[in-house]
């Protein structure tokens, strides 16, 4: 596939971003910047559970938890009830609250589907 028509299919939004990523890697080829393919590679493929994550795919959600309260004879049942972390430390709090997404973009694809 020409350059030029690579080029025209991101402008114009026409594939996907699976395909954009691959295409991209095809380019890399020519510049011999492996920190930038290896970047590309990891938004393909996933991040390894031992590498640093950008900040954009860092993301916000809310802990749920579930639990008994009561005796085994008399006891209420709550299940996914937002969990708040009180007066934990915000430092830890981020470590509930935050989460890096590793896996790879068609995978993220599949799962928002």
């Given at each position: 596939?020409?350059?030029?028509?690579?080029?025209?299919?991101?402008?114009?939004?026409?594939?996907?971003?699976?395909?954009?990523?691959?295409?991209?890697?095809?380019?890399?080829?020519?510049?011999?910047?492996?920190?930038?393919?290896?970047?590309?590679?990891?938004?393909?493929?996933?991040?390894?559970?031992?590498?640093?994550?950008?900040?954009?795919?860092?993301i916000l959600g809310q802990p749920f938890c579930?639990?008994i309260k009561g005796s085994m004879a008399n006891?209420?049942?709550?299940?996914?009830?937002?969990?708040?972390?009180?007066?934990?430390?915000?430092?830890?709090?981020?470590?509930?609250?935050y989460m890096y997404i590793k896996q790879g973009?068609?995978?993220?694809?599949?799962?928002?589907?």
């Amino acid at each position: 596939m020409a350059k030029s028509q690579i080029i025209k299919d991101f402008a114009n939004n026409t594939v996907d971003l699976q395909t954009a990523l691959k295409r991209v890697k095809v380019l890399l080829q020519e510049f011999d910047d492996e920190k930038l393919l290896e970047w590309v590679n990891y938004e393909i493929e996933g991040y390894p559970s031992d590498d640093k994550v950008p900040e954009y795919r860092r993301i916000l959600g809310q802990p749920f938890c579930s639990y008994i309260k009561g005796s085994m004879a008399n006891h209420l049942k709550y299940t996914n009830v937002p969990l708040s972390l009180g007066n934990m430390p915000e430092e830890h709090k981020k470590e509930f609250y935050y989460m890096y997404i590793k896996q790879g973009i068609e995978t993220l694809k599949i799962l928002l589907n």
